[in-house]
């Protein structure tokens, strides 16, 4: 028990700091945001260390299992969380509200999501599914409190709870076949039998919740709607860790579970990622709200992403990876450079309230243009490191006809990456902007120094990454 | 491992973190940004110390790529950056950084966005000086796309209301052919299975297929930078519509990187897909001389003048290098060092003329009789300019044309048209500057350039009648 | 010779960088005196009768090798002493003619002239003469110094000179070589040979002002006297003298070029005397005579196979003596521009007639002289024509009824000792040679001028004198500019709107544009926040997956 109990330390960590939260919470008269966000950080820190040292090892093997590559991206999961709840912290203090929830909700975002990255058992999975959307549900419901965000909200927990649905229903129908929740029984069966039609409907009603929470075309729509409206911190959690998650979990399961079904699904993905694209790239064009905006240009990524990914071949896995980095490091950029977009305490989300905002925060400028051209896949920032992988995979599969749907859709995003560029640097300023917090500029700091040895030193990811991917390679 | 102090990569180097100086740099009590400006020169004067060192340790007459660096940038797939550099790249390098010091003359009392005009020109700055010491088709191609975005942001900060226009002009042009260059990059890796450095893409070899894609690919891109009908558009839409020295000067450097595209991808050998390719282009290359230099006679706005007489040089030498002829290369790399110090001095000073003009609202008939220095160095750089013997220009393009006009009469006929007009229209500008019956300027009212800076122009004229008298002086042993 | 140009490089340099507020005719004089004293050396070396080899190696390379050659030997300095000659002459002019305001600057452009000159007589290569070709219109440019006269003069002479940079490139290009020596091996290894002799032709037409191309010397009548004397004898002309010798052996590549430029040479010599008979304006009468006398010079040189030397010192030599004339009675009448306004002349300067007479007739020798080679008709025609103008002229200042105002008959003055001078040397350097060979038809050729100057045949052309249309017509440049500048501004404009605006402008970038908003509009329209919609995408996506299941068979 207590052998199992310490393989699952990571989560473990992490599900003791609610209680202290909330014992804080009770007895402690001078808290804010910060005690939550120390009582998190600890908490997170403890949990990756010992992450790191139990990383192959799995309390309860036949429900989670962790490996090199479920820890690689738990810990990811952990440290992008870590980096949210730091800059979260600033807006709590900054607009005096309670942060209790917030963190509590984060905190348990992160566990769900860690142990559905690990699991390895359906019904582990569409229970931590469910947690995780619910969590998020809760999240979103911290932000504003009118009619129209309320309506959204409503519908993405019909949706949440939907997928859900859809996700134990298919697990029982794989459960109610094979006489397993397993994986490896699941796996080992459609090794020997043939795909039917309800199999199929099955297998969809798994990777469909999944790619929601992935939030590819045409499936993005809450993730969104939310992104406009909720508060900056929850739209940052939105934007990030679920990602992460949903795609550790995607490749896990149709690499190790479902690669049977490959002739079903490599094609179903590739139409969905270059919708994506399109659907990202066009959409961005015409947005004004920022945080959509980017939201856009989220959802390019992630068709670029699969797309890269989608010969399932140990080149797909690295480039697509390799993308995924570059894309979270980005966004995270991007959302640490709207926590410096504040003018008179309130945070700007239009493009026209930043209009000019270079004349009185060029760095700032400058940094996000720095995040705008590693979306762009331009050099010589991180995402062309991504681009250049995924492209140059697809060349190898001779799949030419994407790479050449993907430049279209990338020179129509570049007329959404322009017009914010055009907006900040060449427009006249409307507005006056608070003093950025230093805290910002480290973290803006420390994401451009990942870019530089990213971009410098690319063997970084690619190589010393590559060991800890192998229990998905082939 | 990359040699942290290895000469080609402080020369990319020292620019960008003159850019960071630069960034960094206080603005003075009255608001000037003098420091930035002082900074920026250092930068690019350090630089220029630094290429002279260079030439120093090449060997001029050999052929080739010299000075190579190598930095295994990855490993899956496996991709060297390599620099390197050859006399070619170096006077094209040496030329810009000296254009570039022109240019910072001439809007040293220009303060608007002075801070973020040299930020981004040093960044501009440093990546071209990254373009033209790549020595692969990995560095190339992101040297070649990262200068795109310096200039878009000067392009930004300093137009008139119809800058939405031409800069989506110019992101449709460039973009496009970045991406395919991108393309075609990643096309030609595979196809080598490897690595490929620039002086290995002479002797490739691909098949029918693929070559006929790959050479599109590599046409498109690089014409685009190059103002060759219809891709001209962008660089035309800009220059009139940007009264900016060096916002000109930038863009009208954009070209090379074009032209030098075409002097490191076209193999030696042309394979028959290309010529047919060579073919089209040289016909709307001639075409497109022909119908800039007539417009540029007709125009009455000078900065055209100068764009057009630009034009017309850029395809000349385009025309040159498709003939993969080595004498040809190496009299356009001279050429090259004269020709950008030429405009970049016109542009500067025509600038200067205008600024003037519309500050007093006076005419600009006669002008240059008011100021006898500004004349002087004008009157120097347009006869330079029209080919008389005052610079490198003179015998290079002699070699080039008696090559050309060897090759293919016709096309060389054309050529010699285009420059007599674009030639005749710079030299009645000149005229018209100087008309002292129509001057209605005092001597006093316009305001002459200090002697600093005329000694530094009268330098710059000593530089490139030197350039005539003795090519490759300042190599010390050449 | 190399130290010679040296010394006249630096010190024409020096005094054409050098702004003194002071001392303008004092630079002037030095500039003088050190082209006197290095005309003075090397005419000993002349004289002494040693060759002197000076040629290095300018360019090494493996693409072009350029040797500069100034070796001095006797044909160099047969050819280069003229120029050295009137530039001399016209230094002293210019230090001493009030009408003359830069001295200093005059004087030092005539030196760096002077080298550029010298390089282009001694020069074996293509390059270096292109390249003297070319200073020499640099520096002819600044010796002009009236805007409207250098605009043509420049632009004539910058086709000219481009012209000739397209004759040598294609040589160079086909026969590899720069030497002149090698020239004529283009009629074996060259192509195009039609078009490099036209091309050629057309080159020395621009340089040397012919027919067609004689606007550019008429704008030159601003100027004052002495620069235009220059001008037209040891500038841009001479250099299409030189070019028209060295490139010879080019010209009988093809079947079209000589006789070109001999019916150009026969058309010069007949709008000369047009000019010289016609026009009113006392300067281009001048500029007319410079015609004539190049007409008559090319005309031996191709017709006759003169020798080159006869023929530059008969144009130099003989035109400028006669444009010394003319200077005269302008400088007598107080700068009066118009012969018509001039009259009666005699009354107050016999003794400048007298000197314009003998002149006259020295000229006359030497033109009998130098065309020895020629038909004796032939130059019987030539001494006639130059008596019968030269009546014509003359009797209308001397002798005719005067319409000058009284202040200039007041103050009619005879010719200035510079003007003497300058008159002696060059009437003594035509007449002496020979002087006793054509006695007799030079005392024929007094008589006709007597007789001319009393019965006056061409006394009708004065009636043009009055005639505004026939003194300010510029039919070429009207033609010029109906045949080619305004065809070439109209295309510009037709290409700019058809090609930039509609083709590009209208159609590409907007058709793109259309394209990308009408994507936009469609797609963002998609973006609607409705659960019903959503629901509409979940059901698609399930759709999608089992129509790729059933089209894979499963």
């Known amino acids: 028990m207590f052998v199992q109990m310490v393989a699952q330390s990571p989560e473990i960590f992490l599900l003791m700091g609610l209680p202290i939260m909330f014992l804080l919470n009770k007895y402690r008269k001078n808290k804010t945001s910060k005690t939550f966000y120390s009582v998190s950080k600890i908490m997170l820190l403890f949990s990756i260390l010992s992450g790191i040292i139990f990383y192959n090892r799995s309390g309860y093997a036949e429900y989670v299992q962790n490996n090199t590559y479920t820890t690689l991206y738990k810990i990811f999961v952990q440290i992008f969380g870590l980096g949210i709840f730091f800059l979260s912290c600033k807006w709590f203090l900054n607009k005096n509200r309670s942060s209790l929830q917030y963190y509590a909700y984060g905190t348990g975002l992160i566990v769900s999501l860690m142990i559905l990255i690990s699991s390895v058992h359906f019904l582990v999975l569409s229970g931590a599914y469910f947690i995780s959307s619910l969590l998020i549900y809760y999240l979103m419901r911290l932000s504003s409190e009118d009619y129209e965000y309320e309506m959204g909200n409503r519908r993405y927990f019909v949706f949440m709870f939907m997928f859900s649905l859809m996700i134990l229903l298919s697990g029982l129908w794989f459960y109610h076949k094979i006489g397993s929740w397993e994986y490896a029984k699941i796996a080992a069966y459609y090794a020997k039998h043939a795909w039917n039609r309800a199999d199929i409907m099955a297998f969809a009603g798994i990777l469909l919740p999944l790619l929601y929470m992935l939030g590819i075309a045409p499936l993005h729509f809450n993730r969104i709607e939310q992104s406009g409206l909720s508060i900056l911190p929850v739209g940052m959690i939105n934007q990030i860790l679920p990602v992460i998650g949903a795609y550790a979990v995607i490749l896990n399961l149709l690499i190790n579970v479902f690669s049977t079904a490959s002739s079903i699904y490599v094609p179903f993905l590739r139409i969905l990622s270059i919708v994506s694209l399109f659907w990202g790239a066009i959409s961005a064009t015409k947005e004004d709200n920022l945080r959509r905006l980017f939201g856009y240009c989220c959802l390019y990524s992630v068709g670029f992403i699969m797309l890269g990914l989608l010969p399932f071949n140990n080149n797909g896995?690295?480039?697509?990876?390799?993308?995924?980095?570059?894309?979270?490091?980005?966004?995270?950029?991007?959302?640490?450079?709207?926590?410096?977009?504040?003018?008179?305490?309130?945070?700007?989300?239009?493009?026209?309230?930043?209009?000019?905002?270079?004349?009185?925060?060029?760095?700032?400028?400058?940094?996000?243009?720095?995040?705008?051209?590693?979306?762009?896949?331009?050099?010589?920032?991180?995402?062309?490191?991504?681009?250049?992988?995924?492209?140059?995979?697809?060349?190898?599969?001779?799949?030419?006809?994407?790479?050449?749907?993907?430049?279209?859709?990338?020179?129509?995003?570049?007329?959404?990456?322009?017009?914010?560029?055009?907006?900040?640097f060449f427009e006249i300023r409307t507005k006056n902007f608070d003093r950025t917090d230093r805290g910002i500029y480290f973290c803006l700091f420390l994401n451009m120094i990942f870019f530089l040895v990213g971009v410098l030193n690319p063997a970084l990811f690619i190589e010393q990454f590559e060991t800890l991917l192998q229990p998905i390679m082939r | 491992m990359l040699n942290t102090f290895s000469i080609l990569s402080l020369i990319i180097v020292i620019p960008f973190l003159g850019m960071l100086f630069t960034l960094f740099a206080k603005e003075a009590e009255d608001g000037s940004t003098r420091n930035a400006c002082s900074v920026a020169v250092f930068a690019v004067i350090a630089n220029i110390i630094m290429i002279l060192r260079i030439f120093m340790l090449i060997e001029v007459y050999q052929p080739g790529i010299q000075l190579v660096e190598t930095y295994n940038w990855m490993k899956n797939p496996d991709i060297n950056i390599v620099f390197g550099v050859d006399v070619l790249s170096l006077m094209l390098l040496l030329a810009i950084h000296i254009a570039f010091i022109i240019g910072f003359i001439g809007v040293r009392n220009n303060m608007e966005h002075q801070k973020s005009l040299m930020v981004w020109s040093l960044l501009f700055l440093s990546m071209i000086t990254g373009f033209f010491v790549s020595a692969d088709i990995f560095s190339f191609y992101i040297f070649f796309e990262a200068t795109l975005l310096p200039l878009f942001m000067i392009l930004g900060m300093f137009g008139d209301i119809k800058r939405r226009e031409y800069i989506n002009r110019f992101l449709l042009y460039n973009m496009l052919g970045a991406v395919i260059f991108f393309v075609a990059t990643l096309l030609l890796f595979n196809y080598q299975h490897g690595m490929l450095e620039l002086q290995q893409l002479g002797n490739m070899k691909l098949n029918d297929k693929m070559e006929y894609f790959i050479w599109a690919a590599i046409f498109i891109s690089l014409l685009s930078r190059i103002p060759v009908w219809p891709f001209h558009y962008w660089i035309s839409s800009v220059n009139s519509s940007i009264r900016h020295p060096m916002v000109f000067l930038i863009s009208m450097i954009l070209p090379l990187t074009g032209i030098y595209g075409f002097v490191r991808f076209l193999p030696k050998s042309l394979p028959s897909i290309m010529s047919n390719y060579i073919f089209i282009l040289q016909i709307i290359g001639i075409v497109t001389m022909l119908f800039i230099a007539l417009i540029g006679l007709i125009n009455k706005d000078r900065q055209y003048k100068i764009f057009s007489y630009i034009t017309v040089y850029y395809i000349m030498y385009l025309l040159g290098i498709l003939t993969r002829n080595e004498v040809i290369l190496l009299n356009i790399a001279f050429s090259f060092f004269s020709y950008l110090i030429i405009v970049a001095s016109l542009e500067v000073f025509s600038h200067y003329i205008s600024r003037e003009q519309s500050q007093q609202g006076i005419m600009d008939d006669g002008i240059l009789c008011a100021c006898p220095k500004i004349s002087i160095i004008y009157a120097f750089m347009t006869l330079a300019a029209v080919g008389l013997p005052l610079s490198s220009l003179f015998l290079n393009n002699f070699l080039i044309l008696s090559d050309l006009l060897a090759v293919n009469i016709k096309m060389g006929i054309i050529m010699l048209l285009s420059l007599v007009i674009v030639s005749s229209s710079l030299l009645r500008e000149l005229f018209r500057l100087r008309d002292i019956e129509k001057c209605g300027v005092e001597m006093h009212q316009v305001e002459d350039i200090n002697k600093g800076i005329f000694i530094f122009m009268l330098f710059i004229c000593f530089i490139l009648l030197m350039s005539f008298v003795k090519p490759l002086w300042f190599v010390l042993g050449a | 010779m190399i130290n010679s140009i040296l010394i006249l490089a630096i010190c024409g340099s020096f005094g054409s960088i050098l702004i003194p507020k002071r001392g303008n005719r004092m630079i002037g004089m030095l500039s003088f005196l050190i082209t006197a004293a290095v005309f003075f050396i090397l005419s000993k070396n002349y004289l002494s009768g040693t060759d002197q080899i000076h040629a290095f190696s300018w360019l090494k390379y493996m693409s072009l090798q350029v040797d500069i050659d100034l070796s001095a030997n006797a044909r160099s300095y047969n050819r280069v002493f003229p120029v050295y000659v009137l530039s001399l002459l016209s230094m002293l002019i210019a230090n001493f003619n009030p009408e003359e305001n830069k001295k200093q600057r005059f004087c030092s452009l005539v030196m760096l002239n002077i080298c550029a000159i010298t390089g282009a007589v001694c020069a074996v290569n293509l390059l270096q003469l292109l390249i003297c070709s070319c200073l020499i219109t640099v520096l002819g440019f600044c010796t002009i110094d009236d805007m409207d006269a250098r605009k043509k003069y420049a632009f004539y002479n910058l086709l000219s000179d481009l012209s000739l940079f397209s004759v040598c490139s294609l040589a160079y290009g086909y026969i590899g070589s720069l030497e002149f020596s090698a020239l004529p091996k283009f009629d074996k290894l060259g192509a195009h040979r039609d078009l490099v002799a036209v091309l050629l032709a057309f080159s020395v037409c621009l340089k040397l002002g012919l027919f067609m191309f004689h606007n550019q010397l008429y704008d030159l009548s601003v100027l004052n006297f002495n620069r235009l004397s220059y001008v037209l004898f040891c500038s841009a002309p001479f250099a299409g003298l030189i070019i028209l010798y060295k490139f010879y052996p080019l010209m009988s590549v093809s079947d079209y070029a000589e006789p070109l430029l001999k019916i150009m040479t026969i058309l010069t010599l007949l709008c000369g005397i047009y000019t010289t008979l016609v026009i009113d304006n006392i300067k281009e009468k001048a500029i007319g005579f410079a015609q004539i006398l190049t007409g008559i010079g090319l005309m031996n040189l191709l017709f006759f196979s003169a020798k080159f030397e006869t023929v530059e010192q008969l144009i130099l030599f003989g035109g400028y003596l006669f444009v010394l004339n003319l200077f005269f009675v302008y400088h007598a009448s107080s700068h009066e521009m118009k012969v018509s306004q001039m009259g009666g002349f005699i009354s107050g300067t016999k003794f400048g007639f007298g000197i314009i007479t003998v002149s006259l007739f020295a000229l006359v020798h030497y033109i009998l002289i130098t065309q020895a080679s020629a038909p004796y008709v032939i130059s019987i025609i030539s001494a006639g024509i130059l008596i019968l103008i030269s009546s014509h002229i003359f009797r209308q200042i001397f002798f005719g009824t005067s319409h000058a105002d009284e202040r200039i008959m007041a103050l009619l003055k005879n010719p200035t000792w510079y003007m003497l001078i300058s008159l002696i040397v060059i009437g003594g350097l035509l007449g002496y040679p020979e002087y006793q060979k054509y006695q007799n038809e030079l005392l024929v050729g007094f008589l006709l001028f007597i007789l001319f100057l009393f019965f006056y045949p061409l006394r009708r052309l004065e009636q043009a004198y009055a005639n505004e249309k026939i003194q300010e017509s510029d039919v070429f440049e009207s033609i010029f500019d109906f045949l080619i500048i305004t065809p070439l501004t109209i295309l510009g404009r037709i290409l700019w709107l058809l090609v930039d605006f509609i083709l590009i402008e209208r159609t590409l970038i907007n058709s793109i544009s259309k394209t990308t908003a009408f994507l936009i509009n469609n797609v963002t329209k998609l973006n609607v926040y409705s659960g019903v919609r959503y629901f509409m995408y979940v059901i698609l996506s399930v759709a999608l997956i089992f129509l790729i299941a059933v089209l894979r068979g499963k």
């Open chain 1, 317 to 424: 896995i690295t480039s697509s990876f390799v993308y995924l980095i570059a894309y979270l490091l980005t966004i995270f950029g991007v959302y640490s450079v709207f926590f410096a977009f504040k003018s008179n305490g309130e945070y700007v989300s239009s493009l026209q309230d930043i209009s000019g905002i270079f004349s009185q925060k060029p760095y700032v400028s400058v940094l996000l243009t720095a995040f705008i051209v590693s979306f762009a896949g331009s050099p010589p920032m991180l995402g062309f490191l991504g681009k250049l992988q995924s492209v140059e995979n697809m060349i190898r599969e001779q799949d030419y006809w994407s790479i050449g749907l993907a430049m279209l859709a990338l020179l129509l995003l570049l007329n959404a990456f322009f017009r914010v560029i055009r907006v900040m």
